[in-house]
C-alpha cells in the first residue's frame, strides 16, 4: 500500500493538490487556475505540458483530471493513506483538525453563512474526493482552529451582546495554519520549544495577517470576522472607518459596491492604482511613482502599528517573524517596516536582510536589535498533511 497523503486546496477560482511521502516530503504538486471559465488550465511540477481542462471545469472535473495525471507517477500507486483539506472557515465549533464524516460536513455547511466565498468550495472538493475515494480517510484543516485560544477581550467586538450572541459576530482570525507554522519553527531556530515560545507572526502574501503567539497559542490577530480586517493587503483595504458604509450609502453606492471595492479593489491595487502585485509595486516606486511610493508607506506603516499592538498581548518577546511571499522576499518592506519600530529597540542588518536570513537560520536583525527578527518560509501544505496523517493513524 502506498503511504502518501494527499492535499488539497480548493480555492474559489482555484485549485491546489500536493502529494506527501511518507517522510512528509512533497513528491508532486499541481495547481489548476481559472476554473468555471473556458480558458481553464492546469498545470503539475516538473511536467512541461500544461493540462487543458474541459472549458469552463468545475473543482470536481479539475480534480478528476489531476488526480488522473498524479496516478501516471511513480510516486503515486492511486491510494493515499489520508488526504487533508483546507478549510477557511471552522467558526466556533472546530479548535482542531477534524475526521471528515456527515457531522463534520454538516458543520462546516453551517459555518459557511460566515465565509460564503470560502466554504462552499472547500464542501465541493471535500465530496469530490469522497467519491473518488470513498474508503479513504479525508480530514480538514481550520485556518480559524488556531486563533480558537483567543481570549475573550481580544475576539468580541465593541457592539451589543446580540451581535455575537445571535448572529456570531467576533474575531474569527485566519491564515491560523499558516501562524501555527511560524510558532513550531521559529521555536525550532530558536533551540527552544513552542510551549516557552512568544512570537509575532506577520504573514504577507496576496491576504496579510499578524498574530501575537503567546507560548505557542494565538492570543491575538488582525484578520476578523472574516479575512478582511487588519492590515493592507493586495486587494483588501484591512481597517477601514466602518462609517465609510453609511457615508457611502449617502452618495448612492449600493452595499454590493461597497464590498466588491474593499475586497477587490482596494489595499496596494487601490493605492498604486497599477497592480496588487508587491513586487512590481516595490519597482514603480523605485522609478518615481508616487501612487506606488505611497503604497510602500501605507503597508509598510500600517503593518509597524499593529507590530507594536501585538505587544499588548504579550509577557515576553522571542521573535517577530517576517513569511509569506512579501514577508519572505521583500528585505525593502521589512526594513522599511522595522525602521518604524526604533522605539521598540528593533533593528535590521542590511547583509542578512538582503540575503532573506538564509545567512543566519532566518535571522535578519542586527546584533544591537533588542528582539530578534525572522524570515521563514511558510508552509501550510505540510501542516495539513501532518495532521492529516496523525488523524488517519489515530
Ligand atoms: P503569496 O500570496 O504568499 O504568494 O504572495 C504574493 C505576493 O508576494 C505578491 O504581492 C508578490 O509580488 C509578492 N512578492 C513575491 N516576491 C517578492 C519580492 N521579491 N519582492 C516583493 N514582493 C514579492
Known amino acids: 500500500m502506498d503511504e502518501s497523503i494527499l492535499v488539497v486546496n480548493c480555492g474559489s477560482s482555484s485549485l491546489k493538490l500536493a502529494l506527501f511521502d511518507r517522510h512528509l516530503q512533497k513528491t508532486v504538486s499541481a495547481l489548476a487556475e481559472k476554473l468555471n471559465r473556458p480558458d481553464a488550465v492546469a ?10 481542462l474541459p472549458s469552463g471545469a468545475s473543482h470536481k472535473k479539475a480534480l478528476h483530471k489531476l488526480i ?12 493515499p493513506i489520508a488526504i487533508g483539506h483546507r478549510v477557511v472557515h471552522g467558526g466556533e465549533t472546530f479548535r482542531e483538525a477534524a475526521l471528515i464524516n456527515p457531522e463534520t460536513i454538516s458543520a462546516i455547511q453551517d459555518c459557511a453563512g460566515l465565509a460564503p466565498l470560502h466554504n462552499p468550495v472547500n464542501l465541493a472538493g471535500i465530496k469530490a474526493m469522497r467519491a473518488l475515494f470513498p474508503a479513504v480517510p479525508q480530514i480538514a484543516v481550520f485556518d480559524t482552529a488556531f486563533h480558537q485560544t483567543l481570549p475573550e ?57 499578524i498574530t501575537a503567539i503567546k507560548n505557542g497559542l494565538s492570543v491575538d490577530t488582525s484578520m476578523g470576522l472574516t479575512p478582511l480586517e487588519g492590515l493592507v493587503m493586495g486587494t483588501r483595504s484591512g481597517d477601514v472607518d466602518p462609517g465609510l458604509f453609511d457615508y457611502l450609502a449617502g452618495k448612492g453606492v449600493s452595499a454590493d459596491e461597497v464590498h466588491t471595492m474593499l475586497n ?38 500600517r503593518l509597524a502599528r499593529y507590530i507594536a499592538a501585538m505587544t499588548a498581548s504579550l509577557t515576553h518577546l522571542d521573535a517577530i517573524v517576517f513569511t509569506g511571499g512579501i514577508g519572505e522576499n521583500s528585505p525593502q518592506i521589512r526594513s522599511e517596516t522595522i525602521k518604524h519600530l526604533h522605539l521598540m529597540g528593533l533593528e535590521i542588518d542590511p547583509e542578512l536582510n538582503q540575503h532573506h536570513g538564509r545567512l543566519s537560520d ?9 528582539f530578534p527578527v525572522l524570515t521563514i518560509p511558510t508552509n501550510e501544505e505540510l501542516v495539513i498533511a501532518r495532521e492529516a496523517g496523525r488523524l488517519a493513524s489515530a
Open 43 to 52: 498545470h503539475i511540477s516538473g511536467d512541461q505540458e500544461p493540462i487543458q
Open 68 to 79: 488522473q495525471a498524479f496516478a501516471k507517477r511513480k510516486s503515486f500507486s492511486g491510494q
Open 153 to 209: 477581550r481580544a475576539y468580541r467586538y465593541a457592539l451589543p451582546e446580540r451581535c455575537y450572541k445571535n448572529w456570531g459576530i467576533r474575531r474569527y482570525g485566519f491564515h491560523g495554519t499558516s501562524h501555527y507554522f511560524m510558532a513550531q519553527e521559529a521555536a525550532r531556530l530558536l533551540g527552544k520549544t513552542p510551549a516557552t515560545t512568544s512570537i509575532i507572526s506577520a504573514h504577507l502574501g496576496n491576504g496579510c495577517s
Open 264 to 301: 477587490n479593489e482596494s489595499g496596494l491595487l487601490g493605492l498604486s492604482g497599477q497592480t496588487n502585485d508587491m513586487r512590481t509595486i516595490c519597482e514603480l516606486a523605485e522609478h518615481g511613482h508616487a501612487p506606488s511610493r505611497l503604497a510602500v508607506d501605507v503597508f509598510c506603516f
Open 362 to 370: 532566518g535571522r535578519v536583525n542586527s546584533a544591537d536589535s533588542r
